[in-house]
């Protein structure tokens, strides 16, 4: 089992500033890909940044510019900086890691989705 917690979520004035971070715990043997999406009411859940082990960075084309993705290996953790933010970036935030885990029988992939996190872009 592996457990995402996440945490940084809040109400911020439009052109303000929130970092994201989403701690992965468990019996990880490796993570490849650490994502962040997010979901707005009423729309379907929208991949907005990506973060693998080598390194290669994808961003959606809306916060381009703005978001800031990276990780800390050492402690299982994928950060969102986010900056200059907008009114339409009102969300909930979530992380998605994906890797490999020992399990009884030996070691199997897994993929994992954090709680959630509010943003809420607000004057």
């Known amino acids: 089992q592996v457990q995402l917690v996440e945490s940084g979520g809040g109400l911020v004035q439009p052109g303000g500033s929130l970092r994201l971070s989403c701690a992965a715990s468990g019996s990880i043997i490796s993570i490849n890909e650490m994502d962040w999406y997010r979901q707005s009411s009423g729309k379907q859940r929208e991949l907005v940044a990506i973060i693998t082990s080598r390194g290669w960075i994808h961003y959606a084309d809306s916060v381009k510019g703005r978001f800031t993705i990276s990780r800390d290996n050492a402690k299982n953790t994928v950060y969102l900086q986010m900056n200059s933010l907008k009114p339409e970036d009102t969300a909930v935030y979530y992380c998605?890691?994906?890797?490999?885990?020992?399990?009884?029988?030996?070691?199997?992939?897994?993929?994992?989705w954090g709680h959630g996190t509010q943003v809420t872009v607000s004057s």
């Open positions: 998605n890691v994906a890797g490999r885990v020992i399990t009884g029988t030996g070691a199997s992939d897994f993929n994992s």
